[in-house]
Nanobody
Framework: QVQLVESGGGLVQTGGSLRLSCAGS????????IAWFRQAPGKEREFVAT????????DYADSVKGRFTVSRENAKNMVYLQMNNLNPEDTGVYYC?????????????????WGRGTQVTVSS
C-alpha cells in the first residue's frame, strides 16, 4: 500500500503560479502511476494530469494543457504539479491518486489510493 499527502496549495492571483507536491510513503512508489484530479464546489471531480510509473509519459486535460506540468522523483517518493498562468476556473481541491496500471486512467473511480487534497484558490 501507499499513503499520499498533498501540499503546496494556497491563494494566488490570476496569472500566478503554484507548485503542488504529492508525497508518498511505503515501499515500491515506482510501481504506481499517479494522477491529479480537482474538484470545485458544486462540481464533479475532474481529471487534471497523469504520469506513468517511470515518469516517461504524461497526459493532461485540455483545460490545463500548456499551463500545467506533472513530474516525479521516485527516489524521493515525490510527484509534483507545476501550475502556471492560473485562472479562477482552476480553483478547487486538488488530489493526487495512485494506481498500479502501467497506463494511468483518467477516470477517478479506477484509483485505489488517494490523498486528502489541498485547496487552490485563484482570485480574479
Amino acid at each position: 500500500q501507499v499513503q499520499l499527502v498533498e501540499s503546496g496549495g494556497g491563494l494566488v492571483q490570476t496569472g500566478g503560479s503554484l507548485r503542488l507536491s504529492c508525497a508518498g510513503s511505503g515501499r515500491s512508489f515506482s510501481s504506481y502511476s499517479i494522477a491529479w484530479f480537482r474538484q470545485a464546489p458544486g462540481k464533479e471531480r475532474e481529471f487534471v494530469a497523469t504520469i506513468t510509473k517511470s515518469g516517461g509519459s504524461t497526459d493532461y486535460a485540455d483545460s490545463v494543457k500548456g499551463r500545467f506540468t506533472v513530474s516525479r522523483e521516485n527516489a524521493k517518493n515525490m510527484v509534483y504539479l507545476q501550475m502556471n498562468n492560473l485562472n479562477p476556473e482552476d480553483t478547487g481541491v486538488y488530489y493526487c491518486a495512485a494506481a498500479g496500471f502501467a497506463r494511468p486512467p483518467t477516470v477517478s473511480t479506477r484509483y485505489e489510493y488517494w490523498g486528502r487534497g489541498t485547496q487552490v484558490t485563484v482570485s480574479s
